[in-house]
Every structure is written in structure tokens, then in C-alpha cells.
């Protein structure tokens, strides 16, 4: 009694086998175990512990065996095929699933190029090629917005389990989506003769990035910039121009990169109290503006990045100056400025900032 015809049969095992990666003896165990639930869901009476069934893995045959005796009930070999070809599928998209799981838990940490599909509540549904991603509202830019078939470039960030089995999530916020899109389109990032050693990011307003190379020959900040800035505006670009980037010299050493962390502001001198992690600096008044940036942001983000707690204050030259222009009765253009700026402006380092 043929269940499935030879061919049919021998081509789904073979599918199964040498496509997914299935060994074609779990398959055959499967499909037993199969006919045998479909035997007993017919025969509710009898102990299904006390038969088996045998399956001819190149003719499909089924038989129901009770010690050793054939009990194959008329016309059963119907509902025997039937068994077979839902087992044998349902097998396919398991091992399918499993692979595309095993593949992108290799690539957990990397950018991927994805498309809204479809909006879940507060969640985005994102198509990332051989599946589906989820990105919470937590991973999602608070300033950007999203449309059907959006074109994306998102950062795996893990691999969870769901209501629905294993869920991947992405995010446009992790730090993580930065590098990546640098290493994309900055050779030397790729490579690593230019590495990124911090990032500060407030998704979707401005990101301050320190690069560094230890090679001779490579300027690290211009590599990144790329000439007349292409590289740095092509990643721009990925936020639809809402993220500003600036791109700074690491350094080793402390006052040198708290130096370069509150670029644009310009000469600037830092007094650093190691033991607290504090560090004092002392800004021109005409760079005050500049340095603390709109809302405290530049000041905010240099501080995240060294993992310092900075506190700015009026180079002390200019407060003298100023106040010798006011007692010796020389015009008071500045007066007002200069006492605006005089306030000291303190930037805490969060508690999940890098040092």
C-alpha cells in the first residue's frame, strides 16, 4: 500500500535532507510518530504504547504494527500520506526558521538594510530580506518618522524570546547603528586602521564621535569626514539630515581629549581632579555659547563621552579684563554678555556613560 508515490516521497525527503539540513532518519521518526497519533485519534480505545508503524523511506509504505502484527486498518494509507506531507512541511519550516535564527545570531552586532512592513501597536515591523524584525518604540528615533515601505538601515540588537517563538529586535538608537554605518562607508573604519574608541549619542539631535589611529599616515578625523565631508554626510543622510555628527581626536590623555570632546568650542583650558572624575574648563566668553551648545547639549555630550563631569566657567583673563574696562570707564558694550555667560553650567555624567 503505497502512502505517497516514490517519487513525490523520495523528492520531499531529499528536500528535507540536502536543502535544510534535516537527517532523513529524524524525518522517517517524525512521520511515525505522526501516523501513529492519526491511528489513535481514529482508535481511542486502544494503548498506543503497545503499536508501531514502519514506513519504507523509499516507497513511502505505512503500516501500523501491534506486536509484530499488521492491524493497517482499510484505506488507511490515505491518511497515512496526508500525515507524511504535513510532517515533512511543517519539518521544512522549522529547519528554515532555525537556519534564518542561526544565521542572523551570527550577525547580532552588525547593520542590516531593512523595510517597514507593517506598524504593531507602538512596535515596527521591519522586513530584513529572508525575515521579519521587530523594532520597539524604545529602539525607535523619537524625532523620525516612519512610513510604509521605508527603507532603513537598522542595528540587530538581539535575539529574544517572544509570544511567537524567538523574535529578532532592531534599533535605530543603539550607539551600535553608528559604528556600523562607519565602518560602512569609511574604508579605513572597515578595515581598522581607523577604530572608534567612544560614541555619545542623543538619537535623532547629535552625536559626537572620537576615532583613533596608530598608524602613520592615516589622519583619522579626515578619513571620517571624507573630502569636502562626503563620508560624514552619507551617514547624515541614513537620519534624513536630523542627527548632526561631529567626528573628534581621541586621546589618551585626559585634558587633550576633553579638549577636543567640546569642539567647535576653541581655546579652551582644562584643570582635571582625577580622584572625581571633574574637570574644570575655562572658556573664552566668545566661545561660552559655542562650548555649553543649545539646551547644554555639546557640554552634555562631550561629558558622556569622556566620562567626566565638566564644569565650564569664563576664562578668568576676560572676567579681569572686563571688569579693568568698567573701572577705568571704557565703553560697556560687553558688560551685559559677559555677565550672562558668567554662571557656571555643570554637565553630570550619566551613570551608563563610558569612561
Known sequence: MAAIQRSEFALALNQVANERGVEVSVVLDTVKNAILAAYKKDHPAVEITEYSALLDKNTGEAKILHKDKDVTPPGFGRIAAQTARQVILQKIREKEKEAILADYKLRIGTIINGMVLRFAGPNIIVDIGKTEAIMPSIEQI?????????????????????????????????NGLIEGLFKREVPEVGKGSVIIK?????????????????????????????????????????????????????????????????????????????????????????????????????????????????????EKAEKEAAASAQNSGEPKEEKIEVKKETKKTKAEVPADAKA
Open 142 to 174: 523619537p524625532n523620525e518618522k516612519y512610513h510604509l515601505n521605508q527603507r532603513l538601515t537598522v542595528y540587530i540588537v538581539e535575539i529574544t524570546a517572544g509570544l511567537k517563538g524567538d523574535e529578532i529586535i532592531v534599533s535605530r538608537t543603539n
Open 198 to 314: 567612544d560614541i555619545a549619542r542623543e538619537p535623532g539631535a547629535r552625536s559626537k564621535v572620537a576615532v583613533y589611529s596608530n598608524q602613520s599616515g592615516i589622519d583619522p578625523v579626515g578619513s571620517c569626514v571624507g573630502q569636502k565631508g562626503v563620508r560624514v554626510q552619507a551617514i547624515i543622510q541614513e537620519f534624513s539630515g536630523i542627527e548632526k555628527i561631529d567626528i573628534i581626536q581621541w586621546h589618551e590623555t585626559p585634558k587633550d581629549y576633553i579638549v577636543q570632546a567640546m569642539s567647535p568650542a576653541k581655546n579652551i583650558r582644562v584643570e582635571i581632579e582625577e580622584k572625581e572624575k571633574e574637570a574644570h574648563v575655562f572658556i573664552p566668553v566668545a566661545e561660552l555659547a559655542l562650548a555649553i551648545g543649545k539646551d547644554g547639549q555639546n557640554v552634555r555630550l562631550a561629558s558622556k563621552l569622556t566620562g567626566y563631569k565638566i564644569e565650564i566657567e569664563e
